[in-house]
């Protein structure tokens, strides 16, 4: 169970207010995505969730606490360049996190506890379609590829929240339909907690069970510093109670086709697919 | 008619054209050298290559009477030796202080200012006061190719670590490591190829720096012959040596950019 509260939270740079008056609660397993102008402070809220950047007013709460002035490895991210180390290879990547946990020193595994995590990182490569590419160093990718294996770092931790902005931004549009499908089908088999900022408002309604969207209210010609952006509109994209329904009857079925003969199941046949959800307005 | 820029030789008149300068410049002086030589024979300005090859091997295989060592041997060993400690030493120094500094922003904020007034001290201009502090020996040597080198590459080691994207320092704090993890994990081995490549480029500047200390006070070494030998005017001494430091140099920097090919093989990859 992961609640993300954010209660009052303002975001001023000396006299220019970027963010005010932000008040979200997000329920457990949301795909939260933020949509808005650009320059309007979606990536500084993002930034906020992060701890990159601290709010000026007001208090983010994780699960009813207070989350801690840096980054730490509850919330993982994804930006859109720069979220893989250059020397590392894919599979050194992709350990980096646990072996910074184990060994606070060498930061390095060996013998036994290495092949456990090398097995481990491994089957999450192959999850993110990149197990042929484990030795290859990052530049020796592409765009979309580096993307993934950002995700799979990411997720060797189980991060409560994982935090995505513009992850899709730098693709080009068959590469970006394929990581959608990824990173909705990680989000469903891990139960996390997904926000993510784009501009693209077909990928934010594909995507999100909840959209909000950040604008400013309020406007003065003479000083448009003077007011910051808030959340303009708030849409629940994907009906709770829909989701849950269908992932129960996808159970449901799955169950009953375990205990039909094993000769008439058609493992393609599987009724995983996503139906089109309505977008249903929240406010 | 194309334009001039659009003509680019092949392959194999590479070679040739590289080559070209080279044996040009020798060529020129074989004519020269025979000229002067025709019209006195014992003319010390510009010797022929027989009377190098004769002086060269007369430094490296007999004995000097008075230092009781292979004098051109031991000029060498004594020049690398001050080099390599100078090099060395400033590489760590850049190193460990370009990291730290460039990485934690409290001692950036403290000592970046004062690294950029330092490394404009001619070091040339302080040599008196090192021979006055260290005496005229090797620390004073040392000191000074630290002092000529050591502020450059820490300037340029810090400058690396600050233009590492934040976004991998960000990453590499949500992956749960440590400040010492993300110095040794992330920032050190980044920088690496970067320091090899900045201490390629203060080979210049550190063989100057052997040299000007030689040519004041030294027992021996490259640059102290040629100084010495300067008063006879014996060129077969002096244009042999200054062709054996540019080779030694040459070798170096060969040595060092494929130490970096080497052992950071993913540096290449980004640059191709």
């Known amino acids: 169970m992961t609640t993300i509260i954010l209660d009052n939270v303002w975001k001023e740079y000396e006299d220019r207010v970027v963010l005010e008056r932000v008040n979200l609660a997000l329920d457990d397993h949301e795909f939260l995505v933020i949509i808005g102008p650009s320059g309007v402070g979606k990536t500084t809220l993002l930034r906020m969730l992060l701890s990159q950047e601290q709010p000026s007013r007001g208090r983010i709460l994780i699960d009813g606490e207070p989350i801690a002035a840096e980054p730490?490895?509850?919330?993982?991210?994804?930006?859109?360049?720069?979220?893989?180390?250059?020397?590392?290879?894919?599979?050194?990547?992709?350990?980096l996190g646990p072996q910074w946990a184990g060994a606070p020193v060498l930061g390095r595994f060996f013998g036994a506890r290495r092949r456990e995590l090398e097995a481990r990182a491994m089957a999450l490569l192959e999850r993110v379609g990149l197990a042929d590419s484990a030795h290859k160093y990052p530049a020796q990718l592409s765009g979309g590829m580096q993307q993934r294996l950002a995700l799979a770092?990411?997720?060797i931790l189980k991060p409560k929240v994982l935090l995505l902005d513009e992850p899709f931004g730098a693709l080009d549009p068959g590469t970006r339909r394929s990581m959608h499908e990824l990173v909705r089908d990680l989000w469903e088999?891990?139960?996390?907690?997904?926000?993510?900022?784009?501009?693209?408002?077909?990928?934010?309604?594909?995507?999100?069970?909840?959209?909000?969207?950040?604008?400013?209210?309020?406007?003065?010609?003479?000083?448009?510093?003077?007011?910051?952006?808030?959340?303009?509109?708030?849409?629940?994209?994907?009906?709770?109670?829909?989701?849950?329904?269908?992932?129960?009857?996808?159970?449901?079925?799955?169950v009953r086709l375990a205990l039909v003969p094993p000769a008439s199941t058609d493992p393609n046949s599987l009724p995983g697919d996503v139906s089109p959800a309505r977008a249903l307005v929240k406010d | 008619m194309r334009r001039i820029i659009n003509y680019a030789p092949r392959a194999g008149g590479r070679v040739i054209l590289a080559a070209l300068p080279f044996v040009a410049v020798l060529a020129i002086y074989l004519i020269a050298s025979n000229a002067r030589l025709a019209v006195e024979p014992n003319d010390k300005l510009m010797p022929a290559f027989a009377t190098f090859w004769a002086t060269l091997t007369r430094l490296a295989t007999t004995i000097d009477k008075a230092t009781n060592q292979y004098l051109f041997w031991w000029d060498t060993w004594l020049s690398l030796q001050r080099l390599f400690l100078g090099l060395g030493i400033s590489a760590l120094a850049g190193l460990v202080l370009g990291i730290l500094v460039g990485f934690i922003p409290y001692l950036r904020a403290t000592f970046e200012p004062f690294f950029a007034a330092f490394s404009l001290i001619?070091?040339?201009?302080?040599?008196?006061?090192?021979?006055?502090?260290?005496?005229?020996?090797?620390?004073?040597?040392?000191v000074l190719i630290v002092f000529g080198i050591a502020p450059f590459i820490i300037r340029d080691v810090m400058l690396r670590v600050a233009s590492l994207p934040a976004e991998q320092i960000i990453k590499a704090q949500t992956l749960g490591a440590n400040t010492?993890?993300?110095?040794?994990?992330?920032?050190?081995?980044?920088v690496m190829p970067r320091l090899i490549d900045s201490v390629r480029l203060s080979l210049g500047a550190a063989w100057l720096f052997v040299i000007a200390a030689e040519a004041i006070t030294a027992e021996g070494g490259l640059g102290y012959r040629i100084f010495l030998v300067r008063r006879y005017l014996a060129m077969d001494v002096i244009l042999p040596y200054v062709a054996w430091i540019t080779?030694?140099?040459?070798?170096?920097?060969y040595g060092l950019r494929r130490l970096a090919a080497a052992a950071y093989p993913w540096d290449r990859i980004k640059a191709a």
């Open chain 1, 72 to 95: 730490t490895a509850d919330r993982g991210v994804v930006f859109q360049r720069y979220s893989v180390f250059p020397h590392r290879t894919v599979l050194g990547n992709v350990m």
């Open chain 1, 153 to 155: 770092q990411a997720l």
């Open chain 1, 189 to 254: 088999e891990n139960a996390m907690t997904i926000v993510m900022v784009t501009h693209d408002l077909s990928e934010a309604f594909l995507l999100g069970t909840r959209v909000i969207a950040v604008d400013k209210p309020r406007r003065d010609p003479q000083a448009p510093e003077r007011f910051g952006a808030t959340i303009a509109s708030d849409f629940e994209a994907k009906c709770r109670i829909v989701r849950e329904s269908r992932r129960f009857e996808t159970e449901r079925e799955r």
């Open chain 2, 122 to 142: 001619p070091p040339l201009a302080v040599l008196p006061i090192l021979f006055i502090l260290f005496g005229l020996g090797e620390v004073s040597k040392i």
């Open chain 2, 180 to 190: 010492w993890q993300m110095i040794a994990g992330v920032v050190l081995p980044q």
């Open chain 2, 247 to 253: 080779l030694l140099a040459f070798l170096m920097d």
